[in-house]
């Protein structure tokens, strides 16, 4: 028996031996297959030559990281980079993976070093703080506007506070008729009253102070009383001179095409055509963005192909018809480098906006392909003018324009090289019907589809920066874009090639039915219910996953980019139950906007309709700034105003001195653009003092601990927040 006992327990080690061994070889079986399954995987990626489109977005990463980082030092970051370099070239002789990592980390340093370079090399003087006086100099853009005229102002002589050495520059408006008469290249001088350019109304939000500082814009206001033209003290510079010759003319265009269409027609069609979008009321912009055709308005890639396109075959087809030549020259190239000719003209006629510099970029490798007699490849094209635009302009990369039309130009290519690889099964020849209704299904197909993927692509920023989603965007597209591809942009091109010539109204006209369709079909999609969602802003976090889902979708081409479906669901999740702040601060302590009983912002004070429409906004909430339910339960006099947050306590905007003695011992929260008494013993006060170190504020209380954000870091060392 004990014989059996041992036998059975010797048994059952074996048995669980046996087990524990198979169990590992299992599992080192299925990692093995699994690691050479993403051997395969990369390989594939390598043979594409999908690591290339993968450095850009690595460059990306390091200028994400440099915006993020204080004090930052491009001799350092340039350093490293060529370092990484030379360590990578050594390193893929040995191991290709631990050559991609370094130079994935070589194009990160490079990324971060781009935008140490670029911040340092637009610094300008900045106006300190609220100031007016007079002002005299060079008129360096102007741009007409609905009540007036907005100028770029190069500003030689004035007695203003400023921080920082070289030119001061400021952005400002003349409002009625005394703007009349003056163009670019003007020597003015008037009476200004100018701001330093405003920050974000909440952290995270919309920063205008750093798209000011990028575009060396030191100050933004108005000019008041008479505005006086003279000669100028000393010739312009030749810069100047050539930039204000060229605002001149798209003036003019401008100008010829609004008085020639007239109505909001002829302020959509000029800024087509012009990049000039200063004539189109609000109310048009508002039913475009909500039918979500407002793309249209933005001279990118649609715009860029026809005018490059309509320059190549055009040239192509006259050249070929003179049989000498066609015999004798390289008719097909000559017509890529006028195309290219053209598309740079036209880009920097209609303003060298971000969409339109990425659109000429790839169109010029695309001719510039016809030129070595190579292929293009679109996502290697769509990386390399990412690559250009980022180094000339890294701060691009936080802004929506870039972060759009890129995902939309990925997504789009991407669509297409998946249906590239479809097998299609050749079917019967069609008649002259079936021809004519293949066709047309295949446009109707390819609007659909197309706005499908760029929708999808670019919705995440959208959400991001503007809060807003737009339901019938679909509907919105198939019927405005054949409009627009078919009769609106070939009537600009016959326009722009028939201005010279004086004979350019009747395209001009023709181009304006157009667009007055297109605003038609606008109002009626922008009309239907819910066409415009407002959504609560949600997180860098969020978005970060839903970005990096779009990139593995996206860039790769093997069974990696089945990869993105988690990124994407936990991106999601995160967007759509974002931690909404229980308190918004104004940075000027004008006002406060707090969560009542129901969810819903209340305001104290007057924050100021745009601060309190972007709180909204940021809150998911569709009020409008005057909506009475917004005063509901708040109590204001001449002193203060006062509001209580649920579960807190007593939130205060003191208005007037004599009600700090009150309301700093039984307010929570404490909110003033004076100066707070030494002794206010408030446990949560922003005074004049916090408020101009930190800025806005949101304020958020969970499990009784306070989460306080601001704009401005403490010490804050981004320049374009710097007031010393």
Same mark, same amino acid.
């Given at each position: ?66 915006f993020q980082v204080d004090a930052p030092s491009r001799t350092a970051a340039l350093a ?101 008469? *003056? ?100 109310? %048009? ?51 890529? *480098? ?77 669509g297409a090289e998946w249906q590239a690889a479809r097998e299609r099964r050749p079917g ?72 010279? *010539? ?127 339910? *917004? ?12 509001? %209580? ?68 870091? %403490? ?10």
């Open positions: 028996m004990i014989a059996g006992e041992i036998a059975a327990g010797l048994s059952a080690r074996l048995a669980a031996t046996v087990a524990a061994a198979w169990t590992g070889l299992v599992r080192r079986w299925r990692a093995r297959s699994l690691r050479e399954r993403i051997a395969a995987a990369l390989s594939t990626e390598v043979e594409r030559r999908r690591l290339f489109s993968w450095g850009a977005v690595c460059f990306g990463g390091g200028i994400l990281l440099f490293l980079a060529a370092a990484l370099v030379l360590a990578a070239r050594l390193a893929w002789t040995r191991s290709m993976a631990a050559g991609i990592a370094l130079c994935a980390l070589a194009c990160a340093a490079a990324g971060f070093a781009a935008g140490a370079v670029r911040q340092a090399s637009v610094a300008a003087p900045v106006l300190s703080e609220p100031a007016s006086g007079l002002v005299a100099g060079y008129v360096e853009s102007l741009e007409a506007r609905p009540a007036g005229v907005r100028l770029v102002l190069r500003i030689h002589a004035h007695d203003l506070p400023v921080v920082g050495a070289g030119t001061f520059r400021a952005r400002v408006t003349v409002r009625g008729e005394r703007g009349v008469g *003056l163009a670019p290249g003007d020597w003015i001088a008037a009476r200004a009253r100018l701001l330093p350019p405003p920050e974000a109304v909440r952290p995270g939000g919309y920063d205008f102070a750093k798209e000011a500082y990028f575009r060396g814009i030191g100050a933004v206001g108005g000019l008041s009383g008479r505005v006086d033209t003279a000669p100028p003290p000393e010739p312009p510079d030749l810069g100047l001179a050539l930039a204000a010759r060229l605002d001149a003319a798209r003036n003019a265009v401008t100008a010829r095409i609004a008085e020639t269409v007239g109505g909001q027609p002829g302020a959509v069609a000029a800024a087509l055509v012009t990049g000039k979008r200063g004539l189109i009321a609000e109310e %048009t912009n508002e039913v475009l963005r909500a039918a979500g055709v407002y793309h249209i308005v933005s001279i990118s890639g649609l715009h860029m192909v026809l005018a490059a396109g309509t320059v190549f075959f055009g040239l192509r087809a006259l050249l070929a018809a003179i049989p000498v030549l066609a015999l004798t020259l390289p008719i097909k190239k000559i017509a890529a *480098l006028a195309a290219i000719a053209a598309g740079a003209v036209y880009c920097v006629f209609s303003g060298s906006a971000v969409a339109t510099e990425r659109a000429l970029i790839m169109t010029t490798i695309v001719f510039g392909a016809i030129l070595v007699d190579r292929p293009a490849l679109s996502m290697r094209n769509l990386a390399l003018a990412a690559l250009i635009v980022l180094a000339r302009e890294p701060e691009a990369l936080v802004g929506p324009s870039f972060q759009m039309s890129f995902s939309a130009v990925a997504g789009l290519i991407a019967p020849p069609p008649g002259r019907v079936g021809r004519i209704a293949r066709a047309g299904w295949g446009v109707i197909a390819g609007i659909v589809g197309t706005t499908l993927i760029a929708t999808a692509a670019t919705g995440p920023f959208a959400a991001f920066h503007f809060q807003i989603a737009n339901p019938y965007g679909v509907l919105g597209n198939v019927l405005a874009l054949p409009l627009v591809t078919f009769l609106v942009m070939p009537a600009a091109v016959l326009g722009m090639a028939l201005l010279p *010539l004086g004979l350019d109204a009747l395209p001009w006209h023709v181009m304006g039915a157009g667009v007055g369709q297109v605003i038609a079909f606008s109002e009626w999609v922008a009309g239907l219910p819910g066409a415009q969602v407002v959504v609560p802003a949600f997180g860098v976090g969020a978005l970060s996953l839903l970005v990096a889902a779009l990139l593995l979708a996206t860039l790769c081409v093997s069974w990696l980019k089945l990869l993105a479906l988690v990124p994407a669901l936990a991106g999601l999740l995160l967007a759509a139950s974002p931690e909404r702040p229980d308190l918004y601060v104004d940075r000027d302590g004008r006002g406060v906007a707090l969560r009542a009983a129901d969810g819903r912002l209340v305001v104290l004070g007057d924050p100021g309709d745009f601060v309190l429409a972007q709180w909204l906004e940021a809150d998911g909430d569709p009020r409008a700034p005057d909506d009475p339910s *917004l005063a509901r339960g708040v109590a204001c006099d001449a002193l203060a105003c006062v509001a %209580t947050l649920p579960g807190l306590g007593p939130v205060s905007v003191v208005r007037e001195p004599r009600a700090f003695a009150e309301d700093c011992s039984r307010a929570v929260v404490l909110v003033s653009r004076l100066t707070a008494p030494a002794w206010c013993a408030a446990p949560h006060l922003f005074g004049r003092e916090r408020l101009e170190a930190g800025g806005a504020a949101t304020l958020s209380f969970r499990d009784g601990a306070v989460a306080v954000e601001t704009v401005r870091r %403490t010490p804050e060392t981004r320049p374009w927040l710097r007031r010393e």
